[in-house]
């Protein structure tokens, strides 16, 4: 087994020797093999060269907590939740810190993970007895969501100059369920790369980041409802 493969920060032109450039050395070996292969190279174009066949490549998706319309998905939510706290006591968390947290994960575990490390440590330093408040949880979504826009950039990774318009532009067509938005393209493979855009199962669908619609709302690219929330966002 193999793992840690798609962790952030591993080095692109690594992954693509291993499993790319001398993927016939993975083709021969006469073992069962398991590894967690990066989205990069899964949702690329590139694809059809990997050590496997593609009926060996699963996708693993991430779990709703909007539902396709941007309405609160709650048996979602409820996974979500009993995942984070199969790992934290709720008594450690103020009322509404930990839906916060669920919420702003996007039902990635990666980002429910990495958001409730960034707020327990921001509560460790404001009070060392205290509980995980919701200044807390503001300042980790905050990160994180600088994280995101940073994500949508430029980037050497996209196998071309894709513009941040051509991003945003993708973007708002899947929040708004258009069914061709999904058609694979450089700009797809590169929103998948950032995990600005999700995969989940079922009827198989996409969505957009519930960090991600909170940039296009303020970008003015997603419309607010009256009382100022972006449906399918955080705020």
């Known amino acids: 087994m193999g793992e840690e493969f798609d962790r952030a920060g591993v080095n692109t032109t690594s992954l693509e020797l291993l499993f790319l450039t001398y993927g016939n050395a993975l083709r021969e070996l006469q ?14 174009e590139r694809r059809s060269e990997l050590p496997v066949p593609d009926e060996r490549v699963f ?17 979602g939510r409820s996974a979500v939740r009993a995942i984070l706290e199969a790992r934290a006591s709720p008594e450690l968390f103020g009322s509404g810190a930990m839906e916060r947290l669920v919420v702003a994960s996007g039902g990635n575990i990666r980002d429910l993970v990495a958001l409730t490390v960034m707020a327990t440590t921001n509560a460790l330093v404001r009070n060392p007895l205290g509980r995980v408040e919701d200044e807390d949880v503001t300042t980790a979504v905050r990160r994180r969501r600088t994280d995101y826009l940073r994500s949508l950039g430029q980037s050497p990774y996209d196998g071309g100059e894709i513009t941040y318009e051509a991003k945003v532009e993708r973007l708002v067509r899947i929040y708004d ?11 797809l493979y590169s929103l998948f790369r950032a995990r600005a855009v999700q995969e989940f199962n079922g009827e198989r669908w996409f969505g957009v980041h519930p960090l991600v619609v909170d940039l296009l709302a303020r970008q003015g690219k997603v419309a607010r409802t009256p009382d100022g929330v972006a449906p399918g966002g955080t705020e």
Do not use: K, R
């Open 31 to 44: 073992v069962h093999f398991i590894v967690t292969l990066p989205i990069s190279l899964a949702y690329s």
């Open 59 to 75: 996708c693993l998706p991430d779990i709703p907590v909007f539902d396709p319309q941007h309405a609160p998905h709650g048996p």
């Open 177 to 187: 369920q258009d069914p061709t938005a999904q058609s694979p393209d450089p700009v």
